[in-house]
């Protein structure tokens, strides 16, 4: 187990590397060369230069003006003075949101600590229980500050029940006034953002198929007879997956011909060459230029022959349609009610912003979208059941005094003193942190294969899932294994009645090792995303070896984004962290509050000069972030309820019964209270945009704003021609179909088929 000395070890060691990656950052975001790495939001905002004007200096690469280089840290107030206003504008409502929740950590955190480092840990610290227990029984010094060394059935225990109480009420009074304030920005950010495609359409979902009717001539059809006022057009959804592939193929091919040729371009007397085979490993050698220049014509072909046969195969129609209407309160009404008496079909949602659709997705069927479902459940419930040994293997390194008790022979090489400091007090949170590199990615994929049909959706999946593999494996997995290993011969050689006080003195000692990963991964590692060295490196590659253009050069950059299904989950692991040991083991709460104020400062520096966010979502996946605070909220609450229960608090522990069940209510009238503000669109306000609008711009063509919205960017790369895609319809009078007689359609539109035999030509169809 980490004592003081290894705990002081690892606080040295990360906050040394945290130091080196910000003198290097500073430094390095100085340099002109740099610029496009460490700034890149200004020129995609097309500002051309950072805010410190770099290009102004002497050498168009490197910053010979020595009087910059006194201010290294001027980053850190720069990050705080653009106002939130400004700042919503700039980066969008998400990114300020995401940054008020290490905020909301600040506000809740900081008094938390004051409170129990004044009052807790005195009581803890004079309670003398550890001292007293058998040798067999593993602590450390630090455990000594928890509620492990009060006695059993001591009276001491009211002063945890009541800062429990404290603190439960303070947190729930904080998660209310953001919620709060957050719903509040998010209606105002409705209200005034600029007319955007999404407010207009609605996605329909599982279109039932028509034996005398297209899915386009279906889906015109439909609405036009049950929202005649308000339908203006839709675009049905093409099967254009194989297309994509080919696309992606021919850019990197493409890649490779750019390549070489400016290797040619830099040495004409040699022309470059390749081999055929995969990756140019093996195969016959060939001129490289003329090799790829006859695989992109190869592909060209293939291109538009698959083209081709998307826009005439009536098969490549999926039963998916973007439909738009004249109003934001059409669209609003489509979208949040009921469209059939069949609830399982003409399925309405709001369409996600242009930018935000994840068009794989909507080719998948709607019925192979529930058994992805249920068939990517079960497999990450054996990820996370298998991810165990790992967590496992890490619990191991951290817990080496109760390997020492069941394996001695290793007790000559474990007991070297910087050995011994450097495995307890710093590997076993590196060793975590690197274990979970590939965890995201490999959820992001699950969540990819559910079939969502937008990004934000993905990812907040994806976020979902990784929490819960947090709260299993890293928080109780790390608990659960750590106990087993540490207190190894008190489970072997102790009656089973035992066991459960054995575990209840344990859990608040797994403190020293959360310490450890928190210094690893929010002090170490906040500096590590601030210095972007992966974008660095590649960025300068990608420079020197295929730039030969401005365009070119911009697409090299690399900006990023906050990555949500990532850093979500790892903001709600702190929260979780904090409230359970806020009562059990205070020592911890401080290195929370330097987590948190650190990375707003980071994070804020980030949002504003680097980040460009793939879409906007008005913030939500807020709601999911306060469930979340509030269940770790219940959790600390169950598990102290438990501890107690082991420390033979009987007058205490009953009292603290109630407070789960009011959390809990508190989170139910939160959702009814709020809730409602982030998943529906209110009417009142559609209506108030929609008269506003009408009133400013009365001549406004919305057809035409809406006409390559959501274009696929396949077709809008390869040049699509609009003739080829359809028309918009431009009579409005008739409700035209194919169908020789339906009980729900008007009589006029009966004989509309025969009068207008060129139907199919007027109904713009949508390409994926």
């Known amino acids: 187990m980490a004592t003081l000395g290894d705990i002081a070890v690892s606080g040295v060691i990360n906050v040394l590397s ?157 998660l209310y006034t953001e919620y709060d304030k957050i719903a509040s920005m998010r209606l105002h950010f409705l209200a005034s953002q600029r007319r955007r495609a999404d407010q207009f359409t609605v996605l329909v979902r599982n279109v039932p198929p028509d034996t005398d009717e297209t899915i386009s001539e279906h889906v015109d059809h439909f609405f036009r007879v049950n929202h005649p006022d308000h339908y203006l057009t839709h675009q049905v959804v093409y099967n254009a997956n194989k297309l994509a592939k080919l696309v992606k193929k021919k850019e990197k091919l493409k890649n490779w011909l750019d390549y070489y040729q400016i290797k040619y371009s830099r040495h004409p007397e040699k022309r470059p060459t390749t081999k055929e085979g995969f990756l140019g490993l093996w195969g016959e050698r060939v001129d490289a230029i003329d090799f790829y220049t006859a695989e992109i014509d190869t592909l060209v072909q293939k291109i538009a022959e698959e083209r081709e046969r998307v826009l005439k195969d009536p098969e490549a129609i999926m039963p998916v349609a973007f439909v738009s209407f004249n109003t934001r309160w059409g669209a609003a009404v489509c979208a949040q009610t009921q469209q059939s008496k069949n609830p399982t079909i003409w399925l309405t949602e709001w369409a996600p912003e242009p930018r935000d659709v994840y068009w794989s997705n909507l080719a998948i069927p709607f019925v192979a979208i529930a058994i992805r479902k249920l068939v990517m459940g079960v497999t990450l419930f054996f990820l996370v059941f298998f991810f165990m040994i790992p967590i496992a293997a890490v619990q191991s390194l951290a817990n080496l005094d109760g390997i020492e008790k069941v394996a001695p022979f290793l007790k000559s090489i474990i007991e070297v003193k910087i050995i011994k400091s450097f495995l307890q007090g710093f590997l076993p949170g590196l060793a975590l942190k690197i274990f979970l590199i590939i965890l995201p990615t490999i959820l992001m994929i699950m969540s990819k294969i559910e079939g969502y049909a937008a990004t934000s959706i993905l990812e907040r999946r994806a976020a979902a899932k990784y929490y819960y593999f947090m709260l299993v494996n890293v928080f109780l997995g790390s608990i659960i294994t750590g106990t087993a290993f540490q207190q190894l011969h008190a489970f072997l050689h102790q009656s089973p009645t035992q066991i459960p ?246 009589g006029a539109s009966e004989n509309s088929y025969i009068a207008s035999p060129e139907y199919d030509e007027e109904t713009y169809n949508y390409q994926v």
């Open 18 to 174: 945290a130091f080196v990656f910000l003198l290097a950052f500073a430094f390095l975001r100085l340099q002109p060369i740099n610029s496009r790495v460490y700034f890149p939001k200004w020129y995609l905002n097309g500002t051309g230069q950072n805010p410190k004007n770099l290009r102004s200096t002497i050498s168009k690469f490197v910053n010979l003006n020595h009087r910059t280089y006194s201010q290294l840290l001027s980053w850190m107030p720069e990050a705080l003075r653009m106002p939130e206003s400004e700042l919503i504008n700039h980066a969008g409502l998400d990114s300020v949101v995401y940054l008020r929740i290490y905020l909301v950590g600040l506000k809740i955190f900081v008094p938390l600590a004051v409170l129990a480092c004044a009052i807790l840990i005195p009581v803890n610290a004079t309670g003398g229980t550890l001292v007293n227990l058998k040798k067999e029984l593993v602590f450390s010094d630090i455990d000594k500050l928890s509620i492990s060394n009060v006695q059993s059935g001591s009276q001491r225990f009211w002063a945890h029940l009541l800062m429990a109480y404290v603190f439960s009420a303070w947190t729930c009074f904080v």
């Open 501 to 746: 006080k054995t575990i209840g003195v344990s859990i608040p000692m797994k403190a020293t090792f959360f310490i450890t990963y928190i210094m690893v991964d929010g002090w170490a590692g906040i500096a590590g995303e601030i210095l972007r060295l992966k974008p660095l490196i590649i960025f300068h590659l990608k420079n020197m070896f295929l730039v030969k253009t401005e365009k070119d050069r911009e697409n090299a950059m690399d900006p990023g984004s906050v990555g949500f299904p990532e850093a979500l989950p790892q903001l709600q692991l702190y929260f979780l962290l904090g409230l359970v040991y806020a009562v059990i083991t205070p020592i911890l709460l401080p290195f929370i509050v330097i987590f948190f104020g650190f990375a707003y400062f980071v994070y804020r520096h980030q949002v504003i000069n680097v980040y460009n966010q793939e879409y906007e979502s008005v913030a939500a996946f807020w709601p999911h972030v306060h469930s979340r605070i509030v269940a770790a909220l219940v959790i600390s609450q169950l598990l102290l309820l438990g501890l107690l229960s082991t420390k033979k608090a009987a007058d205490s522990t009953p009292i603290l019964l109630a407070l789960p069940v009011l959390t809990i209510w508190f989170q139910r009238f939160c959702k009814s209270r709020f809730e409602p503000a982030f998943r529906r669109y209110p009417l009142e306000e559609a209506m108030a945009k929609d008269t506003l609008e009408r009133a400013t711009e009365p001549n406004l063509n919305l057809k035409g704003y809406l006409s390559n919205s959501y274009l696929h960017p396949i077709f809008k790369s390869e040049g699509n021609e609009e003739n080829e895609m359809g028309e918009w319809r431009d009579d409005d009078s008739l409700v035209l179909t194919k169908r020789h007689s339906k009980l729900n359609t008007p």
